[in-house]
T-cell receptor, first 115, second 110 residues
Framework: NAGVTQTPKFQVLKTGQSMTLQCAQDMNHEYMSWYRQDPGMGLRLIHYSVGAGITDQGEVPNGYNVSRSTTEDFPLRLLSAAPSQTSVYFC??????????????FGEGSRLTVL | LAKTTQPISMDSYEGQEVNITCSHNNIATNDYITWYQQFPSQGPRFIIQGYKTKVTNEVASLFIPADRKSSTLSLPRVSLSDTAVYYCLVGGGATNKLIFGTGTLLAVQP
């Protein structure tokens, strides 16, 4: 089991460029989510999904798109990157569709810098 | 959505017991309380989860009073390797939105 795999680990973008952060899990987890982490701000929820074909917004969804076409993958898209999106991004998954009753498994993070 | 409040930082020495308290006044009836540990440049890692009273595992204990408006993570005999940020997570009730607080930076000194 690889667990939760995020790619790339590091990325530098110019303002206005687009990119996709990839997240894949091999644990057959129903629930997947994306967080961003900024200094002094803790982890903030961007988007989440309770299963293939189902996504919903978190605390800070603006500027980000997601889709969930398979159980394994949950990519996060930045359509037009802005310096305010410079952050470390974490993908997390859980077996339970109601993740408050189970363990969240996190990836190692993707560090994004927007110039 | 339950909001959590934790101390920003705590200091301790090796071998001491550390108690980190989290306040969650608006906790919902079906919300569980979960604690995570995060080391620099790593994703958070699950420590312990509970609903009420006391839960203990091989690394920590979790104390939850009857009103469930707070919880305390207890780390017995900490070592230098326990230096990390600890997050209290409550929720997400019916919405499945898991909202983290700002966490507590625990610094363990020799």
């Amino acid at each position: 089991n690889a667990g939760v795999t995020q790619t790339p680990k590091f990325q530098v973008l110019k303002t206005g460029q687009s990119m996709t952060l990839q997240c894949a899990q091999d644990m057959n987890h129903e629930y997947m989510s994306w967080y961003r982490q900024d200094p002094g701000m803790g982890l903030r929820l961007i988007h989440y999904s309770v299963g293939a074909g189902i996504t919903d917004q978190g605390e800070v969804p603006n500027g980000y798109n997601v889709s969930r076409s398979t159980t394994e993958d949950f990519p996060l898209r930045l359509l037009s990157a802005a310096p305010s999106q410079t952050s470390v991004y974490f993908c997390a998954s859980s077996y339970s569709k109601q993740p408050n009753t189970g363990e969240l498994f996190f990836g190692e993070g993707s560090r994004l810098t927007v110039l | 959505l339950a909001k959590t409040t934790q101390p920003i930082s705590m200091d301790s020495y090796e071998g001491q017991e550390v108690n980190i308290t989290c306040s969650h006044n608006n906790i919902a009836t079906n919300d569980y309380i979960t604690w995570y540990q995060q080391f620099p440049s790593q994703g958070p890692r699950f420590i312990i989860q509970g609903y009420k009273t006391k839960v203990t595992n091989e690394v920590a204990s979790l104390f939850i009073p009857a009103d469930r408006k707070s919880s305390t993570l207890s780390l017995p005999r900490v070592s230098l390797s326990d230096t990390a940020v600890y997050y209290c997570l409550v929720g997400g009730g019916a919405t499945n939105k898991l909202i983290f607080g700002t966490g507590t930076l625990l610094a363990v000194q020799p």
